[in-house]
């Protein structure tokens, strides 16, 4: 359909884990992996269309199931609500702050702009610093 149209965006929502890896984390790490290699290789069958494919790889983002899963994180380290966040959810985010979802739909507004046109395979991380240690 793009094709057809003449024009397309694609923005694929990968993870700080589609460019580096955690252990005990090898299906998720492997899978966010593949989304960032599918980016990829669909901005090279498109690169003389315009046509572009990206990714974006947030880092901890502050969702319904991240917030969740601050309870019995808790529970495990016997710790209050603030301390799971900075110095077990945040421990590998350097900004120490969740990414938001405004943050993450900026990323995509931009990547969808003719701003963008000359940006086919690459990712952006929204990750607090993540992927820079």
Not at 37 to 64: D, F, Q, S, W
Not at 72 to 97: H, W
Not at 110 to 115: A, L, R, V
Request: with cysteine.
């Amino acid at each position: 359909m793009m094709r057809a149209a003449g024009w397309g965006r694609v923005v694929n929502i990968a993870s700080a884990h589609g460019l580096t890896a955690s252990p005990y984390k090898s299906a998720y790490v492997a899978a966010k992996h593949g989304v960032v290699g599918l980016t990829k290789t669909v901005a090279l069958e498109t690169a003389e269309e315009p046509i572009t494919c990206n990714a974006i790889c947030p880092g901890y983002v502050l969702t319904p199931l991240v917030e969740a899963q601050i309870p019995d994180t808790m529970a495990k380290y016997n710790m209050s609500r603030e301390e799971v966040i900075k110095k077990v959810m945040l421990d590998r985010q350097p900004s120490r702050e969740f990414a938001t979802v405004e943050q993450l739909g900026g990323s995509t507004v931009f990547f969808c702009s003719e701003e963008a046109a000359q940006t086919p395979g690459t990712t952006l991380s929204v990750d607090g610093g993540w992927t820079a240690l």
